[in-house]
């Protein structure tokens, strides 16, 4: 996205921009977004982690252990393959197409849906039309671009009637493909877009007030994954006021990768 920064926070409804004062001594590209007043204090190198039951535990209770175990042996064309001709739940009935994700598959940035809209399952891409381009505005925000070290992927494959909310039994039937992204992947971060997402993702509810602001974790074999929470850019069009919150989440998100680089 080419557009100027001031563009992309107004995009995010963060008007007038917040100025944060350089620290001593360390200059600020001009290009760089500045950040919240309430990011200020983050401890990223001691990151308090609540790590998630472990996938290939929870794998067992949502899907039988052959299908599971087929799906973690895939590799990438053949998992896009499984996906797009996968009738696991009754999602598959109303479909265009199956939408398995897009980015770079080696990316660092991991950022997880809930499911395709009316406009992805026509065009088989996560996250277009308006919600899209304000993800696209929220990553600018923080200096990434759709493609480019980021992967975007969705809690389900195919689009909920309606575009209600995936029941439990339809994440867990795509939950093994979501499982064989993140390991093919092996993101450094990950990054939930709502609450479906934490379902998917950690196997846990509630409400996202209790979740944001904490870096919690996703295991992945001997791997620990640390994982942040934050609000789905289709809830943020139909409440603004908490569009600011949304910034303080991305701000953290950077201030956590910068961490985890200088490890």
């Known amino acids: 996205m080419s557009l100027p920064r001031k563009a992309i926070l107004a995009e995010m409804g963060l008007s007038p921009v917040w100025v944060r004062r350089d620290e001593p001594g360390v200059a600020r590209r001009e290009d760089e977004p500045t950040s919240s007043p309430a990011t200020k204090d983050i401890d990223i190198a001691a990151p308090a982690v ?123 039937a795509c939950f093994p493909y979501l499982q064989r992204q993140i390991a093919l992947i092996r993101p450094r971060l990950i990054v939930l877009l709502g609450r479906a997402a934490v379902n998917a993702v950690l196997g846990q509810e509630g409400s996202l007030s209790s979740l944001r602001g904490k870096t919690l974790a996703y295991r992945d074999g001997d791997r620990e994954i640390p994982v942040l929470v934050t609000y789905h850019p289709a809830y943020l069009l139909r409440n603004l006021p908490d569009k600011a919150k949304a910034w303080e989440d991305l701000c953290r998100a950077r201030a956590l990768m910068r961490g985890l680089n200088a490890r």
């Open 50 to 172: 609540r790590p998630a039951a472990p996938p290939e535990e929870r794998a067992g209770t949502r899907e039988s252990g052959d299908r599971a175990a087929q799906i973690a042996r895939m590799g990438w064309e053949e998992l896009r393959r499984t996906i797009l001709d996968c009738r696991a739940c009754g999602l598959c009935a109303n479909r265009k197409q199956a939408v398995p994700g897009v980015g770079d598959e080696n990316a660092a940035w991991l950022f997880i849906g809930e499911g395709p809209g009316a406009e992805e399952d026509a065009r088989g891409e996560p996250f277009v039309g308006q919600a899209g381009r304000l993800l696209d505005a929220m990553l600018a925000a923080i200096g990434l671009k759709r493609g480019e070290d980021v992967y975007i992927a969705n809690a389900v494959k195919c689009r909920p009637p309606g575009n209600r909310t995936p029941e439990n039994a339809e994440m867990a």
